[in-house]
Nanobody
Framework: QVQLVDSGGGLVQAGGSLRLSCAASGRTFSSFTMGWFRQAPGKEREFLAAIAWSTLRTYYADTLKGRFVIARDNGKNGVYLQMNSLKPEDTAVYYC??????????????????WGQGTQVTVSS
């Protein structure tokens, strides 16, 4: 059974950085794509970034403007999201997700099959 465990959230000042981690277990993920989403209060879940597990090909939401980086974390059998130049509007619950398929250019939440429990990120002004 696939399990995704998100961690690394917290409180940070505007302009700071955080690294979120997603530990994946339950199967071999070589044919999977891993993604990060976020959901702010009263808003829909929003796609941020995705990475194909085997090819390491990445895809980002245009709105991030290069502030976030997704990468595989081989040591933890998962992925991480490095977030830089954080803004108060980045405050949200952040979720790791996984889908079967090697094309990372998929942003729709309904295309992802597995989800982590979420980790809260709060950016103070």
């Amino acid at each position: 059974q696939v399990q995704l465990v998100d961690s690394g959230g917290g409180l940070v000042q505007a302009g700071g950085s955080l690294r979120l981690s997603c530990a994946a277990s339950g199967r071999t993920f070589s044919s999977f794509t891993m993604g990060w989403f976020r959901q702010a209060p009263g808003k829909e879940r929003e796609f941020l970034a995705a990475i194909a597990w085997s090819t390491l090909r990445t895809y980002y939401a245009d709105t991030l403007k290069g502030r976030f980086v997704i990468a595989r974390d081989n040591g933890k059998n998962g992925v991480y999201l490095q977030m830089n130049s954080l803004k108060p509007e980045d405050t949200a619950v952040y979720y790791c997700a996984a889908r079967y398929g090697s094309d990372p250019v998929v942003a729709a939440t309904e295309q992802y099959d597995y989800w982590g429990q979420g980790t809260q990120v709060t950016v103070s002004s």
